[in-house]
């Protein structure tokens, strides 16, 4: 979540940042506000940056996110992106703005000086998510889960012209998610779940004729998900994926395959998912990564170099403690991205470079959250991703956070929870948190909470019901506290996955209409709780033949039975 205010002004005596200059590296997953305009936050979030958008233009030296100027991705994830051959990127994925330029999942940033700026000429407009791209021709190869570009139809796959972004007549049509895209000499090559492509029967992987889009005879039959494709030096294409068998050989998650979709002897044998698979020429080596923990049966933590000419793994190991989802190469460095804290021992949050001689370098750009793709060029690296913010962290605030009524963050005001915040709620000066957490205000609290609000810090007060499983919902009405969640045991007292508690002793009461499965939400209007989950009965009504097979119900305080007619879902 990027955490923006509309000015500077701070609550006296709060050590605060300025307003719209940080991010949080997580989600928000509760939000309670009080009276005078102050935001309490809640969610699984450890640290704040300066924002970043969901991608970053890096020089390959001094990985400093902010050196130069780019515009901010935001709206979702940056899934996709290649090189324009000219300094600039093309990205795809989720997201519907680019600066302030609106877009519709996919964008231009060209090279404009010492920074980059999207280009507001180049505008088609996807409708679903773009997970790959591939540049051939004068033409960007899109793919993904979509169904209409430009206002046409185009199932999974489309091209667009790479200088005007005019949408071609190139119509292959895919029956499910296209996931890698790779082209030269005329063909696009397609990994993804598909099962048939451009009117073929094609098994998750398949060879495009640039042009027409009519599927050539190249078909090496995948019995997996195809994730990533690469282009060797010579004539093969490197897959990596979830499959056991490609190319009529059996080959675990890794292959290479001829010019005539044929296996060949490169059968490396991962033993998990392989996600990303970046080609380097001056050591004829294949980089992959994924959730691998051995390569051909030695150890290799989810990235590894893999010569051509041998299928064991290189000496090349640098671990990531994380799944890598995305790399690229330039010169004699790999690029790895991905969901890790540690490369090689050593402190890189969610992106790091090495050597390809095994070196970590310090380049240390530090997002906040997932890496998906990545692109080198020109000297630069654009990676993008989930993240909203990216460097060195600028404070650590962990599951529940204070905004000023003007913005600002109160980095002072912190009850540091030890697991997620999943639910908030305001009385007076008492904020009530549910969660995941087992630690809270500086006190063991089982995923349950009080803080004070009055103080410039944040101590747990003496309320302490504790829950043996996690809360989703609270709510409070009367000096009394609804919280619902997965537990089966909080205030001292047996309550299947909601309850009523004192406010002020934390003690069970009465009300227990101990609901047969997880309660998510909860509101109470008069003498009405309101209940969503996904439950099955509450209060023991499908016993006394009132069932509540809707995952709604509405006991009333101070009762076990719930009220009105069975509703059903919609």
Do not use: C, K
Request: hydrophobic letters at 40%; zero cysteines.
């Amino acid at each position: 979540m990027l955490a923006l205010g509309g000015g500077n002004a701070a609550t006296a005596g709060a050590a605060t940042l300025p307003a719209g200059s940080y991010a949080l590296d997580g989600y928000v997953d509760a939000i309670a506000r009080d009276g005078d305009g102050t935001t309490y936050l809640g969610g699984n979030f450890t640290l704040q940056q300066r924002p970043s958008g969901r991608g970053i233009a890096l020089g390959q030296s001094d990985g400093d996110p902010f050196a130069r100027t780019f515009p901010a991705v935001t709206g979702g994830a940056v899934t996709a992106t290649v090189s324009d051959g000219h300094g600039g990127w093309y990205v795809g994925g989720s997201f519907d703005r680019v600066g302030t330029t609106r877009v519709s999942r996919l964008a231009h940033l060209v090279l404009e000086g010492g920074g980059w700026r999207v280009d507001p000429a180049w505008t088609p407009s996807v409708n679903g998510p773009v997970t790959a791209l591939a540049v051939l021709g004068g033409r960007v190869y899109v793919g993904g889960s979509f169904s209409v570009v430009s206002g046409a139809a185009r199932s999974r796959l489309a091209a667009v012209d790479a200088t005007t972004g005019v949408l071609s007549d190139w119509n292959p049509a895919a029956n499910s998610t296209v996931n890698a895209l790779a082209a030269r000499d005329g063909i696009v090559y397609v990994g993804g779940a598909f099962t048939s492509v451009a009117g073929q029967t094609r098994n998750r992987i398949a060879a495009l004729d640039a042009t027409t889009g009519t599927a050539t005879s190249w078909n090496p039959n995948a019995d997996g998900a195809v994730n990533a494709l690469a282009l060797d030096g010579n004539v093969g294409v490197l897959a990596g994926g979830a499959f056991t068998q490609i190319g009529g050989l059996p080959r675990t998650r890794l292959a290479q395959l001829d010019a005539a979709g044929a296996a060949t002897a490169w059968a490396p044998d991962a033993n998990d998912t392989v996600r990303a698979i970046a080609y380097a020429s001056s050591t004829n080596t294949a980089y992959v990564g994924g959730d691998f923990t051995t390569i051909e049966g030695s150890p290799r933590s989810r990235v590894a170099g893999v010569p051509l000419a041998t299928s064991a793994p290189s000496a090349w190991n640098p671990g990531a403690d994380g799944s890598v989802y995305a790399l690229a190469t330039a010169g004699n460095l790999v690029v790895i991205g991905g969901s890790f804290s540690t490369v090689a021992g050593a402190p890189r949050r969610n992106l790091a470079e090495v050597r390809a001689g095994g070196d970590l370098e310090p380049w240390d750009p530090g997002p906040g959250g997932i890496v998906f793709a990545l692109a080198t060029g020109s000297g630069a690296v654009y990676a993008g991703g989930g993240f909203n913010g990216a460097g060195p962290a600028l404070g650590t605030v962990r599951g529940i956070a204070r905004l000023t009524p003007a913005g600002d963050l109160d980095t002072a005001w912190n009850p540091d929870a030890n697991g997620a915040v999943t639910a908030l709620a305001l009385s007076g000066s008492t904020l009530y948190a549910g969660g995941q957490f087992t630690a809270l205000g500086g006190q063991t609290r089982n995923r349950l909470a009080a803080v004070s609000t009055a103080g410039a810090t944040a101590t747990a007060t003496s309320w302490d019901p504790s829950a043996d499983g996690s809360v989703n919902a609270l709510t409070i009405a009367g000096g009394t506290v609804y919280v619902g969640g997965t537990f089966t045991t909080v205030g001292g007292q047996a309550r299947n996955r909601i309850a009523a508690l004192d406010g002020s002793t934390a003690v069970a009461t009465g009300w227990n209409p101990n609901a047969s499965n997880l309660v998510y939400a909860l509101n109470v209007v008069g003498s009405t709780v309101y209940v969503g989950g996904s439950f099955t009965s509450t209060a023991g009504s499908r016993a006394t033949g009132s069932p509540r097979s809707t995952r709604a119900a509405a006991p009333r305080p101070g009762t076990r039975t719930p009220t009105g007619r069975t509703r059903r879902s919609p």
